[in-house]
């Protein structure tokens, strides 16, 4: 069994200020890792994800997040939020190996705002 | 054209109407996903096809009926639906092996209005 808790359904930051997205995992196996990011009236986009390579994993449009086993986290950063970044994140699970067909376990979603 | 694409993108019913949703993927892949995107509440699961065969119905009503004539499309046939089937629905497909971890793709969604 995996889920998916993303800690804070709303997070709120200036802009140029650091952004945290906070993901916690659980899984009996190992997992596979993913953000995305859905824009108002659109589908998800793939952030980036941990597929058991380096931990430290980095995406696009200045993203990156650290696949952290001991604390089962996998947060997602930005050093230096810009407005286009409002959104809300979803972060996932997978399970590692096997056939991972309709496995994809999706956290609640966190909605960025980001104030000028 | 490339990646997902879901049609329409809005669509409003009445509750004897029927209709479909379309999906299509220009990606080789080899897995497709319906999901349900309701306010306030988590993304789900609806359907699975890998290679064009079913292999997951998370309990859905028979009210939507799925079809998968081949590894590019997916259809959602919808009727008789009632207004708390007002929501995003998402299509999504992915390349899955043994290895898993590709990741899924999203098209834009259809945004369905049970009125």
């Known amino acids: 069994a995996q889920s998916v808790t993303q800690l804070g359904s709303h997070v709120s930051v200036s802009e140029g200020a650091l952004v945290l997205l906070r993901c916690n995992y659980s899984s009996s196996v190992p997992p596979y890792l993913f953000w995305y990011v859905q824009y108002p009236n659109q589908g998800l986009q793939l952030l980036l994800k941990y597929t058991s390579a380096a931990t430290l994993v980095k995406g696009i449009n200045g993203f990156e997040a650290e696949f952290k086993k001991s604390e089962t986290s996998f947060h997602l950063t930005k050093p230096s939020a810009h407005m286009s970044d409002a959104a809300e994140y979803f972060c996932a699970v997978s399970p590692a190996g096997g056939t991972s067909y309709g496995k994809l376990t999706f956290g609640q979603g966190t909605i960025l705002t980001v104030h000028p | 054209e490339t990646g997902v694409t879901q049609t329409p993108r809005h669509l409003v019913m009445g509750m004897t109407n029927k209709k479909s949703l379309k999906c299509e993927q220009h990606l080789g892949h080899n897995a497709m996903y319906w999901y349900k995107q309701s306010a306030k509440k988590p993304l789900e699961l609806m359907f699975v096809y890998n290679f064009k065969e079913q292999t997951e119905n998370n309990s859905v009503p028979s009210r939507f009926s799925p079809e998968c004539p081949n590894s590019s499309h997916l259809f959602l046939h919808l009727h008789t639906l009632q207004p708390e089937d007002s929501a995003l629905y998402l299509c999504?497909?992915?390349?899955?092996?043994?290895?898993?971890?590709?990741?899924?793709?999203f098209g834009s969604g259809t945004r369905l209005t049970v009125v």
């Open positions: 999504a497909s992915s390349q899955e092996s043994v290895t898993g971890g590709g990741g899924y793709t």
